[in-house]
Structures are given as structure tokens and as C-alpha cells.
């Protein structure tokens, strides 16, 4: 199997080890709407510590909400009605990560997209490294990154990370998923873990739900 395939596997095994819990597990008490945007962190450099020094963190605008707007009826709403809504504080947190990870990886950023996604992937990336050594001349976190990534999808991630507006997040202890529109309205949730009361990416990529 070609380093390019066997990368692009995993991935795929990486977005499913962080899934939905299932059905059952939500509250239909978090369903305050929140409306709120990102903070302006565009003076204070990079958002996580390990970004690199290149990476300016830029103001975005999220509609907030709230996940009930998304929920199908006779559908799969596992995600929707994960946990609880968030407050307005840790949709803030969430949406101002996610909002840098899309970024970065707009901006082929490598170094600050690793600095914003949880160890859990972290690891996962590690384990393909070690598992293609030969193929691969950069075997760090940024370094798997570049590789896994098309250079054609340039200007794809470009506009999701333009267009992408943050509408919920679904949060049980320190684990959540963040709801996000993007481009041609298309809606997609990818996982987010709180790692020492900091938000981080908890996936590679988002995953279509309605």
C-alpha cells in the first residue's frame, strides 16, 4: 500500500475513534440559542502554545444558535443531542480553536494545526509514523499532516475555513462535538476534547450531518 493510501486509512480510522456516543445519551434542556462571535486574538499571536510564530490567529463571526435547529426528525440526532449545549463561555473557547484549526490548515500551517488538536490524535499520528517510516522522510505530527493533505484541496479548505460559521457545542464532561456550517451551507460536527481547561481539535475533519 503507497504511504499516500495508508495515511488517508487511518485518517479515516482516527475520525472514527472519536464517533458519537449514540443515541440516548442527550438533554433536551440545552437548547438555549446562543449568539456570539469569536475574539478578536489577532494581536495576541498565536492561539496555543507550539503554533508556529507565523500563524496570526483571525476574527471570526459564529451565529451560535444552538444544535436544535439541526436535528432531523426521524433521523440520526446522536450528535445534535450529545450531552448538553454549551455555555456561552465555553462555546466561545471551542468555536475560537476550531475557528484556528481550520485556519492552519488552510494555511498549510502544520506546526499550529498540531498545537490545536488533542493528544488523543496527536497519537494516532504518531502510530502511522511508525508504521511508515520508510515512506516517509518527516515522520512528526506536522510532518504526517503535510503528507496525508492533497495540495488540491487548497482551495477547498480555503473557503471552509472562510465561510465556516460555528453554530453549537454539545459538551459531556471534558468531551463535545462542535456543529459548524460551511460552504454551500453544508453542516458538519467534528469532535472537540477539553485537555487542562483548554479546548482542542478531536478529529482531522468534519463530518456531515445534515
Not at 504511504?3 to 438533554?27: H, I
Request: aromatic letters at 6%; glycine letters at 10%.
Amino acid at each position: 500500500m503507497r504511504a499516500g493510501s495508508k495515511l488517508l486509512a487511518v485518517s479515516a480510522a482516527v475520525l472514527l475513534a472519536f464517533g458519537p456516543a449514540g443515541c440516548g445519551d442527550g438533554d433536551d434542556s440545552g437548547q438555549t440559542t446562543t449568539e456570539t462571535s469569536s475574539q478578536d486574538r489577532s494581536e495576541g499571536g498565536s492561539a496555543s502554545s507550539g503554533a508556529s510564530k507565523d500563524f496570526i490567529p483571525t476574527e471570526h463571526e459564529d451565529s451560535g444558535g444552538g444544535s436544535a435547529q439541526f436535528r432531523i426528525e426521524g433521523g440520526d440526532n446522536s450528535i445534535q443531542e450529545f450531552g448538553e449545549e454549551a455555555d456561552a463561555d465555553e462555546f466561545e473557547a471551542a468555536a475560537a480553536a476550531l475557528h484556528d484549526f481550520l485556519d492552519a490548515r488552510a494555511a498549510a500551517d502544520w506546526d499550529s494545526v498540531c498545537a490545536v488538536v488533542s493528544e488523543e490524535v496527536s497519537q494516532s499520528l504518531e502510530k502511522i509514523a511508525d508504521q511508515a517510516t520508510k515512506q516517509l522522510d518527516d515522520a512528526s505530527c506536522a510532518g504526517i499532516l503535510a503528507a496525508l493533505t492533497n495540495p488540491a484541496a487548497k482551495k477547498i479548505l480555503e473557503e471552509e475555513a472562510t465561510q465556516a460559521d460555528v453554530a453549537s457545542l454539545r459538551i459531556e464532561g471534558d468531551r463535545g462535538y462542535a456543529i459548524y456550517r460551511a460552504t454551500k451551507g453544508d453542516v458538519f460536527a467534528i469532535p472537540m476534547a477539553k485537555v487542562d481547561g483548554e479546548w482542542k481539535v478531536a478529529g482531522l475533519a468534519g463530518t456531515p450531518i445534515a
